[in-house]
């Protein structure tokens, strides 16, 4: 009876936590990020000077209108005009180039169409031999690089690191070395950043289901 009640405790406990933790966790994250816009806010244009009342976040609310209307001004011909000017200002400051090449590169990676962004996932042997890793194909190297390992089946791969798919690390690779995966981007991206329980938990899922509809379904006659 003591063994059986300790059990049930012990089952409502894992049940609160997994329940309590990730919805604290992700309540904590948001409230620190709204937070920290916040306080990132000039004091002239914050809320206590503009109205006399504290707005919890009005710095956020304040970055997206922005982000909205340039985003809006950019799809037209002046504001296609406008960023050109700004971006033949950063090429030709030199430190500034190369980190706004390499920003604007890795936002427009991850932030258009998957199918855009990574043509397609494959496995990869990788970091040796044994061990495989999910890598996006991002494209095929230059000239200069893939002459360099061979003639011709060279591709370029993206390998994403656990929890975070926007680090990781490029790889010139045959492609004769990668095994294609039948699955979405968007598939594979969860996988990582679920470090695969979500493939677990979405086996779960599906094998409840089926018992389910089992149980439902009417019993044949002998």
Same mark, same amino acid.
């Given at each position: ?11 409502? $406990?894992? !049940?609160? %936590? %997994?329940?309590?933790? &990730?919805? !604290? +966790? ?15 806010? &000039? ?5 206590? =000077? %503009?109205?006399?009342?504290?707005? &919890?976040?009005?710095? %956020? ?15 037209? /011909? ?12 950063? =090429?030709? /400051? &030199? ?7 390499? $920003?604007?590169?890795?936002? @427009?990676?991850?932030?258009?169409? @998957? ?15 044994? $061990? ?13 690089? @893939? =002459?360099?390992? !061979?003639?011709? +089946? ?22 004769? =070395? ?13 996988? $990582? ?13 599906? !094998? ?15």
């Amino acid at each position: 009876m003591l063994s059986f009640i300790k059990r049930q405790l012990q089952q409502s $406990i894992i !049940a609160g %936590l %997994l329940v309590l933790v &990730p919805t !604290a +966790g992700t309540v904590f994250v948001i409230w620190n990020l709204i937070d920290a816009v916040d306080r990132m806010m &000039p004091g002239v244009y914050q809320p206590e =000077n %503009l109205f006399g009342i504290k707005i &919890p976040g009005w710095g %956020l609310f304040t970055v997206l209108v922005l982000v909205l209307v340039i985003g809006a001004l950019t799809r037209n /011909i002046l504001g296609t005009y406008l960023l050109r000017i700004s971006e033949r200002i950063m =090429n030709h /400051i &030199p430190v500034a180039r190369s980190v706004y090449g390499v $920003i604007k590169q890795i936002l @427009s990676a991850f932030l258009q169409d @998957s199918s855009e962004a990574f043509s397609r996932v494959v496995l990869l042997e990788y970091p040796k031999e044994g $061990i495989w890793t999910i890598a996006f194909v991002t494209g095929v190297p230059e000239e200069a690089i @893939s =002459n360099h390992i !061979a003639p011709q +089946g060279v591709i370029s791969v993206f390998v994403p690191t656990t929890p975070n798919p926007t680090s990781g690390f490029y790889l010139v690779v045959e492609e004769k =070395n990668t095994k294609p995966l039948d699955i979405t981007v968007e598939r594979a991206l969860k996988l $990582i950043v679920s470090v695969g329980v979500a493939q677990t938990e979405e086996a779960l899922e599906k !094998a409840s289901r089926t018992v389910a509809k089992q149980k439902k379904a009417p019993k044949k006659k002998k």
